[in-house]
């Protein structure tokens, strides 16, 4: 990016051009616990499947699209595992 840069500042003297890299991906807004969930269960994947690209903070972060539907899965199955059912 620092070539980009001084090669457009020889072009155009005088003006700063700076480049914007865009990623198409799934915001996600959650409490602090589910967010805890989700970044340990990228934590447990191998670097070439790790799907967050970027956490903004305790609670909203931004995910690669291809896996929404298998985190909605993944919390539906823990919320399943973890909830009390009272005994009749």
């Avoid at 959650?30 to 269960?41: E, G, K, L, S, V």
């Avoid at 539907?69 to 919320?79: L, N, T, V």
Wanted: aromatic share 10%.
């Amino acid at each position: 990016m620092l070539w980009c840069l001084v090669s457009c500042l020889a072009l155009f003297p005088g003006r700063l051009y700076i480049m914007v890299n865009a990623t198409k991906g799934v915001f996600i807004s959650c409490d602090i616990p589910m967010a805890q969930y989700i970044i340990n269960m990228n934590a447990s994947m191998p670097a070439s499947d790790k799907f967050i690209i970027h956490i903004l903070d305790s609670t909203h972060m931004f995910v690669q699209p291809h896996v929404e539907k298998m985190i909605r899965s993944q919390i539906a199955k823990f919320r399943e595992d973890n909830t009390y059912v009272k005994p009749n």
